[in-house]
């Protein structure tokens, strides 16, 4: 199947390409779409043969559902049950935006969509082109990230076009993403509420609004696609954690040895470390202090390592704060730690 490709200018969108997309997710194919976070790959989430290309598409296991994209929040009620009041709250702060609310799902959904589970992941994006997708489809997106199973996410039409070309309809391209991190995951079938991923809202915004949520704890699976080992370039990422002169010497000491070894290596860091590793190939995440800038960059510097065909990425920490945490649980996944 040859992949088409859609350019969108998110300014000033043009309907008649808007349409070609939508008519294709009526077809029942698979159409890829910018949203703030990362590239969504989309299909009707009432078709469940459609729905089952998505996986196919992406080597994803059945067991691992997908989110269901709206564009207005009336949607919400079509698809999901026992909604509680503090939920409507955060939809109205944070919609559209990267946060996912999971709650009991109502019988039309098909099966396929939410793995079995009798829960189901909604949000509505906070990006236009997206807006404009969803509304001219006139039915909810059932959408993963467009990257294959277990790969950094696609922050670009182009990653997508790495990981899928070929293999789905049509990629419509809106430029880099803004966020470039996923959405939060908060699942409103357990009181408090439970962080199961976090993401592009941090925990600290959360927490303006709602009193009370737990944070998902490795050791019980909530979240099926919670694997151990996930957002993985091909190189191994080693994770080195710490700060100042002390992580600096970590790494170097760890550079210098793998370096002796033959392994063809990447560095990431902060941007205010980056003279620091004189003679290795060292990529700047952003600055340490600025963790937005971090969080677009990410899967797009772990892509061009890629690229570069590096066998390991060392990677410095960021802090564990706003959306660090989002960072910091991309990056110890990557490291399959
Ligand atoms: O920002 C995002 O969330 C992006 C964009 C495209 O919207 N989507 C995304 O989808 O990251 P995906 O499939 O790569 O990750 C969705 C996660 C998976 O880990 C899945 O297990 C979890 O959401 N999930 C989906 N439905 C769920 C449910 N009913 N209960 C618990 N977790 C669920
Ligand atoms: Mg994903």
Redesign the pocket.
Known sequence: MKTEIITVNPDNINPVYIKTAAEKIKDGGLVA?P????????ADAFNPKAVAKIFEAKK?PLE??????IAQKEDLYKLAGDIPDIALRLADEFWPG?L?L?FK?SKNIPDI???G?D???I?I?ADKV?LAFIKFSDTPIA?????LFGRP?PTTAQHVLDDLNEKIDIVIDGGKTL?G?????L?F?QNPPVI??P??VSIEKLKKVINEVKIYKQDKI??????SR?YSPKAKVMLVEGNGKIQVEKVKNLASRLNSQGCSLGILVREENKDKYDGFNVKSLGPGDDLTICAANLFSVLRNFDKEGVDIVIAESVKEEGLGLAIMDRLRKAAGA
């Open positions: 779409f949203t703030e976070t990362v590239y969504g790959l989309g994803r691992d559902p997908l989110i269901v994209h990267p996912t999971v799902k969509v939410t793995a589970l829960t189901v992941a949000r994006p997206a959408a993963p990230s467009a990257n996410s966020v991190i996923e959405s939060t995951i699942d079938t199961l991923r993401g592009g909530l979240s099926p696609g919670m694997y996930h």
